[in-house]
């Protein structure tokens, strides 16, 4: 039968299956974790952050030569700035010059949550599709940005506006990588701990308390430090496992990440990621509060957790005008609505879509007051 009525229909599931493993000594050449995936003789094009290189450069080459590998070692910056469409380019140029099996010769993506992106851009774009792994070496890549399957770089001024879904084969996770971590990225990294905590965890909110500042102090190396780790990342996993796709656009990981995208690209150079996050957070704290989702003492609570963790954020970049565009900007990628999530008691959530700018600029103006009367100081970088 044929005719102009005729339709045909494609519907196919595609399975999403991977593993985030912890993997001690993962550069040690008896280590099988880097070579478990794909040919085991295969090739290997290797993608290290310039100063993950320059702390563990040795280890990552001498690696991939104990073990016979034939690996292809580039180097390339981190860092927010670096998250362009230049890069992304110029990893594909160096891997098209180190041609791989489409499908047993995975890429491995060494660095922090920036590297990690771009690269599994790279993985999506090259021959429409190559398996990856990743391994991240910051805080933050640790807990949160290399465990999902979201891909991408910035362009046109606007953070991750190129991207794709792209699942990794497994995600490699080295507490000892953390060891060589500044205070500060440490500390980054903790401001997205602190998120889930505030959304989602009381529990991992009162471990924060307790333990958080002693854990940050031995680059979690410490028992706690574990704990820690291990909550944050199941936590986050949970999250992502049943919408990794964000087929549904109301997420809870999204907290703190409303009006901070225009303060991060504003302020490249003085902010980083997590940082912005935590100003989000601290604003969105404050028009919870004033909402009375927040009890005045579980507001002082996410406050206190901040000075005792010693995070020193630079709260001269606060500008309603450019946290408003960002939250007009968030509506679009939201399809349409806020979505924004606020703390309602803490360890749990909700989501508005009646924000005001007017309500924005009153917790601005609440939250300078708090700083003030705390003598918290405005820090500039």
Known sequence: MSGTGMRWQVRVDRPIAYDVIKAPGLFDPANEALMAFGRPRGRRFVVVDGEVARHHGSAIRGYFTQRGVDARIVVFPGGEE???????????????AFPIHRRDEPIIAIGGGVLTDVVAFVAASYRRSVPHLKVPTTLMGYVDAALGIKAGINFNGNKNRLGSFEPPQAVLLDKSLLVTLPRRHLLNGMCEIIKLAIIRDGVLFETLELHGAAS?????????????????I??????????????????????GHSFSYGLETRHEQRLLHGEAVLLDILVS??????????????AARIFALVAALGIELDYG??????????LLDRIEH???????????????????????RAELDGALRALHTRLKDSHEPALER
């Open 317 to 326: 970049v606060l500008d309603g005008e450019v946290m408003w565009h960002s």
């Open 234 to 255: 199941g936590g986050m996993l949970d999250e992502l496992t049943p919408n990794l796709y964000e087929e549904e656009l109301a997420r809870k990981v999204d907290f």
């Open 285 to 298: 704290t404050m028009i919870a509060e004033r909402r009375q989702l927040l009890r005045a003492t579980e």
């Open 82 to 96: 670096h998250k362009s469409v230049e890069i992304w380019q110029d990893i594909l140029r160096a891997l098209d």
């Open 334 to 356: 939201r399809n349409g609505l806020q979505r924004v999530p606020l703390p309602a008691g803490l360890g749990h959530c909700t989501f508005a879509n009646d924000i005001t």
């Open 216 to 232: 940050v102090a031995a680059h979690f190396a410490n028992p706690t430090g574990d704990l820690i780790l291990d909550r944050a």
